[in-house]
């Protein structure tokens, strides 16, 4: 598959691959969920506890706006905390989908767009940073200070990137010569 798609020709293939990656994304979350808990019971993140993730996947179309964006949103889901949205300090949903959006339009990590290229901020942006960009994927956190969400999505997209591997390993393990789906 592509990765640069034509949402008129390859939209029931996109929507598979983002099916999947979804999966992928659901469980790498999971399993790293312990980890952020024992980094929220070290104390490392002063007592802040709710934190929302978004994963998003950089196939360009036509445009490269928040539509496009919402498109290529794999995941976007509380990770922790505080259920009632009402009691949030900040909306962080929407801080997060702000961070994967700057990430996806630039193809750099938060920080580095922040610190090395303020130019490109546009109005409505999110002032702040904390996710990265692993190859097609982008993962942003909010909730946590900018380097526990940086660490956060970090874990998350690494995760998910080793059960893609590890669907990789399977294929080779059956001696099939394609890959039936990630």
Known sequence: MSRWYNYSTDHKEALMKIQTLRTLALQAVAIIRPTVDNI???????????????VAVRWRHAGFGKEDFKKDIVL???????TDRKKWKHDFRATA??????????????????????TVMETGDTPWHGGCVLGELVIAT???QEFVDCLVSRL??????????A???ATRKANLDTMADI
Request: charged share 20%; proline share 2%.
């Open 76 to 82: 976007s889901v509380q990770l922790c905390g505080e």
């Open 40 to 54: 929220i019971a070290q104390g490392i993140t002063e007592g802040r506890s709710t934190a929302w993730i978004t």
């Open 97 to 118: 989908e702000s961070k994967a959006f700057i990430m996806w339009r630039t193809g750099k990590d938060g920080h580095v767009v922040h610190t090395d290229m303020p």
């Open 167 to 169: 669907k990789i390993e």
């Open 142 to 144: 909010s909730g946590f």
């Open 156 to 165: 998350v997209g690494t995760m998910l990137n080793t059960l893609a591997q």
